[in-house]
């Protein structure tokens, strides 16, 4: 099974900028489906972005559509997601997490393979 292991995250002016970076040890990374996750106090977890297995397609929220970026690097065995532009609804902890199957993603979280320890994200205003 993969194992994830976050960094990043931490408090950040509304405005300004993260990266949250995901490093995987196990099986071939490249052989999973990348996602981000948050959630907010009192909220359900949300899918931010994926990424398919080769990096070909990817899917952002609309919310974070032209302010969050999420890449991966198959030969560094790590995934990222840049935000920029933050606001203070982005204030959340945030996961990154993978599956065999990109589908997952977004039909059913729970059924995801592996997930990172998450990371929290404080934007101030």
């Known amino acids: 099974?993969?194992?994830?292991?976050?960094?990043?995250?931490?408090?950040?002016?509304?405005?300004?900028?993260?990266?949250?970076?995901?490093?995987?040890?196990?099986?071939?990374?490249?052989?999973?489906?990348?996602?981000?996750?948050?959630?907010?106090?009192g909220k359900v977890r949300e899918l931010v972005a994926g990424m398919t297995r080769s990096g070909g397609s990817t899917d952002h929220k609309d919310s974070v559509k032209g302010r969050f970026t999420i890449s991966r690097d198959n030969a560094k065995n790590k995934g990222y997601l840049q935000k920029d532009s933050l606001e203070a609804e982005d204030t959340a902890v945030y996961f990154c997490a993978e599956d065999a199957n990109y589908g997952t993603m977004f039909r059913d979280a729970r059924l995801l393979t592996s997930w990172g320890q998450g990371n929290q994200v404080t934007v101030s205003s």
């Open 1 to 41: 099974q993969v194992q994830l292991v976050q960094s990043g995250g931490g408090v950040v002016q509304a405005g300004g900028s993260l990266r949250l970076s995901c490093a995987a040890s196990g099986p071939t990374f490249s052989g999973y489906a990348l996602g981000w996750f948050r959630q907010a106090p």
